[in-house]
């Protein structure tokens, strides 16, 4: 008698900005994975490039108009009901909302460490901590002044960022069940492949991984399955194009 493997659907991963957007969803079977269906689309030709700086460059330190996620929404609206499966999905947080910051911590319990994080963070957050949401990686142990310390990773969204953009997706008619932000998101699939693949005697692989985003880019350091480094970088590509474009 053949056994089947379990099947289990998995939730859409969804990145969007209004730049591009990209869905991608598994099924897992046994203990593999089997992709359902992936989509993306760009929104931004080089013109929009041009563009965005010549204005930059005309009023410097103007602040941008609102993102403007409508052919976002367009794409989401036709991709998901012809190749996707299921209502749930795991979203993207907009890397702009999301603050990064390191602190050295004096080791203790998980759940001691989370609340004393809440005062280490006062002053220190571009807004309330207690408007916040926050969470943690703790990166490994470090020396500090013959001290034994954590270095932990803060990753922080103010809350009615969040609830924005959980609200956008509800209007597409998904149940969000989780969100993640990008620096992280990037390092789950080379996580999830060192989590499956044979142990080496040199010890777990180390990964740099670099994200290059229109106005910020992201760089993460990752050791076996755990996240060691996290920061963005506030320069992308068109800094990249604004200097090629400047050269003489």
Request: with cysteine.
């Amino acid at each position: 008698m053949v056994q089947l493997k379990k099947r289990t659907l998995l939730p859409m991963g969804i990145h969007m900005t209004p730049e591009a957007a990209q869905v991608v969803q598994f099924e897992q079977v046994g203990e593999e994975l089997e992709l359902v269906s992936q989509a993306s689309c760009s929104f931004s030709s080089p013109q929009d490039t041009l563009t965005r700086l010549v204005k930059a460059e005309s009023a410097p330190g103007v602040e941008d108009e609102a993102p403007d996620y409508t052919p976002a929404l367009r794409f989401l609206r036709r991709e998901l009901g012809n190749r996707f499966k299921g209502k749930e999905a795991v979203v993207s947080l907009p890397a702009e909302d999301v603050t990064v910051k390191h602190v050295r911590m004096p080791p203790m319990q998980p759940d001691e460490l989370a609340v004393s994080l809440a005062y280490e963070l006062e002053d220190k957050l571009p807004f309330p901590t207690a408007e916040a949401v926050v969470r943690h990686i703790v990166a490994g142990s470090v020396a500090e002044n013959n001290e034994t310390k954590q270095d932990v990773l803060v990753l922080a969204v103010p809350r009615d960022r969040v609830q924005s953009h959980v609200n956008f997706f509800t209007r597409l008619k998904l149940h969000v069940v989780g969100a993640g932000i990008e620096p992280c998101s990037m390092c789950y699939g080379y996580a999830f492949a060192s989590e499956h693949s044979e142990p080496s005697q040199s010890g777990p692989p180390c990964l740099m991984l670099v994200s290059l985003g229109w106005q910020r880019s992201h760089v993460a350091i990752l050791r076996g399955q755990e996240t060691t480094f996290v920061k963005p970088v506030e320069k992308g590509l068109d800094h990249v194009t604004q200097s090629v474009a400047t050269v003489t």
